[in-house]
């Protein structure tokens, strides 16, 4: 007998996927908001975390981890891409070139620390998350959601801007902006959290599923165990 897909879990899939890919884009233009100076991503990758919270609640760190690889795999996909139609050279009518190339033409520390401090977050926040569940068996979600997103976006962090800034930005300043960007992320899980419980409920019903990761390997590299 055939595994039923299910719809929920693919539909977030795919949002996943679009989020990760729509932030590294969004990640080459700088927004003022306030006094404060952050990157366009941060409008959208946040929500990748929420994603990845409502999968391994509801469907456990197995699964999670199908998702975190299959964004890795498309974010590198679009990166080589990119990469790619920036070295062909462009039609000599074509006026766009600075920009798009300014988009796409990441710099190769740009994409691995993108891509090293991506995967770093992602597991770390799915593993707190089935850990603490399992711990508070299944109580206090809106605790679990939040402090997974802190230890995953610390994570993220702490990887993303030294590899891609050091050396370029002054310490001090890549210090606060590390900082300042995993303030913000927080907060941003935080004021969507009574969505995120809706949402996690309402797959629960509809599913009829809540997984607790008893006796799993958290080994990142075993994509096939999904079962």
Same mark, same amino acid.
């Given at each position: 007998?055939?595994?039923?897909?299910?719809?929920? #879990?693919? =539909?977030?899939?795919?949002? #996943?996927?679009?989020?990760?890919?729509?932030?590294? =884009?969004?990640?080459?233009? &700088?927004?003022? %908001?306030?006094?404060?100076? @952050?990157?366009?991503?941060?409008?959208?990758?946040?929500?990748?975390?929420? @994603?990845?919270?409502?999968?391994?609640?509801?469907?456990?760190?197995?699964?999670?981890?199908?998702?975190?690889?299959?964004?890795?795999?498309?974010?590198?996909?679009?990166?080589?891409?990119?990469?790619?139609?920036?070295?062909?050279?462009?039609?000599?009518?074509?006026?766009?070139?600075?920009?798009?190339?300014? /988009? #796409?033409?990441?710099?190769?520390? !740009?994409?691995?620390?993108?891509?090293?401090?991506?995967?770093?977050?992602?597991?770390?926040?799915?593993?707190?998350?089935?850990?603490?569940?399992?711990?508070?068996?299944?109580?206090?979600?809106?605790?679990?959601?939040? &402090?997974?997103? /802190?230890?995953?976006? +610390?994570?993220?962090? @702490? @990887? #993303?801007?030294? *590899?891609?800034?050091?050396?370029?930005?002054? /310490?001090?300043? =890549?210090?606060?902006?590390?900082?300042?960007?995993?303030?913000?992320? +927080?907060?941003?899980?935080?004021? *969507?959290?009574?969505?995120?419980?809706?949402?996690?409920?309402?797959?629960?019903?509809?599913?009829? !599923?809540?997984?607790?990761?008893?006796?799993?390997?958290?080994?990142?590299?075993? %994509?096939?165990?999904?079962?």
């Amino acid at each position: 007998m055939k595994e039923k897909v299910s719809v929920p #879990f693919m =539909l977030l899939g795919i949002l #996943f996927n679009v989020c990760l890919i729509a932030a590294n =884009l969004l990640e080459t233009k &700088l927004i003022q %908001v306030g006094s404060i100076t @952050i990157t366009a991503g941060l409008l959208v990758f946040p929500v990748s975390y929420i @994603i990845n919270d409502c999968i391994a609640e509801v469907w456990g760190f197995k699964k999670a981890r199908l998702i975190i690889w299959s964004g890795f795999a498309m974010n590198f996909f679009v990166v080589a891409l990119g990469l790619t139609a920036v070295a062909i050279p462009a039609a000599p009518f074509w006026e766009g070139g600075d920009h798009f190339n300014f /988009v #796409f033409g990441m710099a190769p520390r !740009i994409v691995c620390a993108s891509l090293l401090a991506f995967l770093a977050g992602s597991f770390l926040n799915a593993y707190v998350m089935s850990k603490m569940k399992i711990a508070s068996k299944g109580k206090n979600f809106s605790a679990r959601a939040v &402090l997974s997103t /802190v230890v995953g976006e +610390t994570a993220d962090s @702490i @990887i #993303f801007f030294p *590899i891609a800034f050091a050396g370029i930005v002054p /310490v001090r300043e =890549l210090l606060m902006l590390m900082g300042v960007q995993i303030l913000l992320k +927080t907060l941003y899980e935080i004021i *969507i959290l009574p969505v995120t419980i809706k949402v996690v409920g309402y797959i629960k019903r509809v599913e009829n !599923i809540d997984v607790y990761d008893e006796n799993i390997s958290y080994n990142i590299l075993k %994509v096939k165990d999904i079962a």
